[in-house]
């Protein structure tokens, strides 16, 4: 613990201020995470087609991220951050108390949905930004790792507060927690003093054939994101009846295990490199796809609900590859942008088809159609070259 003490202490300051501030925000998204699915359930009693189409609202401002970046590059990375924090905040507050329709809570849920998004490119970015050369998988690993600390706190909060209150009133609390957590990321992430990058990076996207693999993997990563982060929760709220408690339990439990494994796969990435990363992951997902599938032991799927939070870790590896294969440094924020708009282009499409594949064939032909998109991504992942160094 002293020794760690020791490191904090001499870290450079922008990086306290940034991974603080990442901690509280951190907080906002592991509450609204955790129970979001119960939240729709016991407020709005929706179906699965329904819960499907909600989607494409909630997935719509990672699609106009380019247009929305476009609007923020006159802004630095720290201004970026700063109207994250608020908008994240105010958003969730929303959703606690100005929702008295389903339609109202769209247009909260939306504005929380664009900070969240709009904090991808942010945490990559500035990840890059202050690490080392050749040690990028490591400090986006510790980013990763200070968002799952603040997961397990937003967890816990939840676990503790669901124990006592239900209903409106426990959503009222939890999320007014959560906007306050968002608004103290603000205080920290306005102290941060880092020079505005005034080069040609303030470009909206830059597509280029070069980037091929890295827009295919953004999109693979799309549909494979948006079944798990829609259906397997809905499955366990719908068909097993899993609680508020029991879903902050497993939040927990996943955060936990990811303070230390994103870290450890940053590490790991930078050790043996992205492919045989990308290659683990389309494995390790074809493996939970057929769990989702096939079993009903409600254990099991606890287990794959954690084993898929700690795989979306391949994340890291993506932004590494990308800075591997850039033409130019400044190619990075905003092909991560693009990426993120593709991804989120099929995380639109997909809970659709498969709200409407589970409403007509059953969730386990949900999963089954996953189970495809990892097939196809390890065959992408198989011929991916990567670069043994960076350019």
């Given at each position: 613990?002293?020794?760690?003490?020791?490191?904090?202490?001499?870290?450079?300051?922008?990086?306290?201020?940034?991974?603080?501030?990442?901690?509280?925000?951190?907080?906002?998204?592991?509450?609204?995470?955790?129970?979001?699915?119960?939240?729709?359930?016991?407020?709005?009693?929706?179906?699965?087609?329904?819960?499907?189409?909600?989607?494409?609202?909630?997935?719509i401002p990672g699609f106009v991220l380019?247009?929305?970046?476009?609007?923020?590059?006159?802004?630095?990375?720290?201004?970026?951050?700063?109207?994250?924090?608020?908008?994240?905040?105010?958003?969730?507050?929303?959703?606690?108390?100005?929702?008295?329709?389903?339609?109202?809570?769209?247009?909260?849920?939306?504005?929380?949905?664009?900070?969240?998004?709009?904090?991808?490119?942010?945490?990559?970015?500035?990840?890059?930004?202050?690490?080392?050369?050749?040690?990028?998988?490591?400090?986006?690993?510790?980013?990763?790792?200070?968002?799952?600390?603040?997961?397990?706190?937003?967890?816990?909060?939840?676990?503790?507060?669901?124990?006592?209150?239900?209903?409106?009133?426990?959503?009222?609390?939890?999320?007014?927690?959560?906007?306050?957590?968002?608004?103290?990321?603000?205080?920290?992430?306005?102290?941060?003093?880092?020079?505005?990058?005034?080069?040609?990076?303030?470009?909206?996207?830059?597509?280029?054939?070069?980037?091929?693999?890295?827009?295919?993997?953004?999109?693979?990563?799309?549909?494979?994101?948006?079944?798990?982060?829609?259906?397997?929760?809905?499955?366990?709220?719908?068909?097993?009846?899993?609680?508020?408690?029991?879903?902050?339990?497993?939040?927990?439990?996943?955060?936990?295990?990811?303070?230390?494994?994103?870290?450890?796969?940053?590490?790991?990435?930078?050790?043996?490199?992205?492919?045989?990363?990308?290659?683990?992951?389309?494995?390790?997902?074809?493996?939970?796809?057929?769990?989702?599938?096939?079993?009903?032991?409600?254990?099991?799927?606890?287990?794959?609900?954690?084993?898929d939070n700690l795989m979306f870790s391949?994340?890291?590896?993506?932004?590494?590859?990308?800075?591997?294969?850039?033409?130019?440094?400044?190619?990075?924020?905003?092909?991560?942008?693009?990426?993120?708009?593709?991804?989120?282009?099929?995380?639109?499409?997909?809970?659709?088809?498969?709200?409407?594949?589970?409403?007509?064939?059953?969730?386990?032909?949900?999963?089954?159609?996953?189970?495809?998109?990892?097939?196809?991504?390890?065959?992408?992942?198989?011929?991916?070259?990567?670069?043994?160094?960076?350019?």
């Amino acid at each position: 613990m002293k020794r760690y003490l020791n490191r904090w202490k001499e870290a450079d300051s922008n990086l306290k201020l940034f991974l603080i501030g990442a901690l509280f925000l951190g907080i906002n998204a592991g509450v609204l995470s955790t129970t979001f699915n119960n939240y729709l359930n016991d407020m709005y009693h929706i179906s699965e087609r329904t819960r499907g189409l909600l989607e494409i609202p909630r997935e719509i401002p990672g699609f106009v991220l380019i247009a929305i970046t476009g609007f923020l590059a006159a802004y630095s990375m720290r201004g970026w951050a700063i109207i994250v924090g608020i908008i994240s905040g105010v958003g969730v507050v929303g959703l606690g108390f100005m929702s008295p329709s389903l339609y109202l809570m769209t247009l909260w849920m939306m504005l929380w949905s664009m900070g969240d998004h709009l904090f991808m490119p942010v945490e990559s970015t500035m990840g890059l930004h202050m690490s080392k050369e050749g040690k990028q998988g490591k400090r986006l690993g510790q980013l990763a790792g200070a968002r799952n600390l603040a997961m397990i706190i937003g967890a816990l909060a939840v676990y503790l507060i669901a124990s006592f209150l239900s209903g409106a009133h426990l959503y009222k609390l939890l999320y007014l927690c959560a906007g306050v957590c968002a608004i103290l990321s603000v205080i920290f992430f306005s102290r941060i003093n880092i020079p505005v990058d005034k080069s040609k990076s303030r470009r909206r996207f830059i597509f280029r054939k070069e980037y091929g693999f890295f827009y295919t993997l953004n999109i693979l990563f799309g549909a494979r994101k948006q079944i798990f982060l829609t259906f397997a929760p809905w499955v366990l709220v719908t068909q097993f009846h899993t609680t508020p408690n029991v879903m902050a339990a497993l939040v927990m439990i996943a955060s936990i295990a990811g303070v230390l494994f994103r870290q450890v796969f940053g590490i790991i990435v930078d050790r043996f490199g992205e492919k045989k990363m990308f290659v683990a992951d389309a494995l390790i997902l074809f493996c939970i796809c057929g769990g989702f599938a096939f079993s009903k032991n409600v254990y099991f799927l606890y287990f794959l609900f954690i084993m898929d939070n700690l795989m979306f870790s391949t994340r890291i590896a993506r932004t590494t590859y990308l800075s591997k294969i850039a033409k130019e440094k400044s190619d990075i924020p905003p092909t991560i942008s693009l990426g993120i708009t593709m991804d989120h282009f099929f995380s639109m499409i997909v809970p659709v088809m498969g709200g409407i594949l589970w409403a007509t064939l059953g969730y386990d032909k949900v999963f089954m159609a996953a189970s495809v998109v990892a097939l196809i991504s390890l065959a992408v992942a198989i011929i991916i070259k990567v670069p043994a160094k960076h350019r």
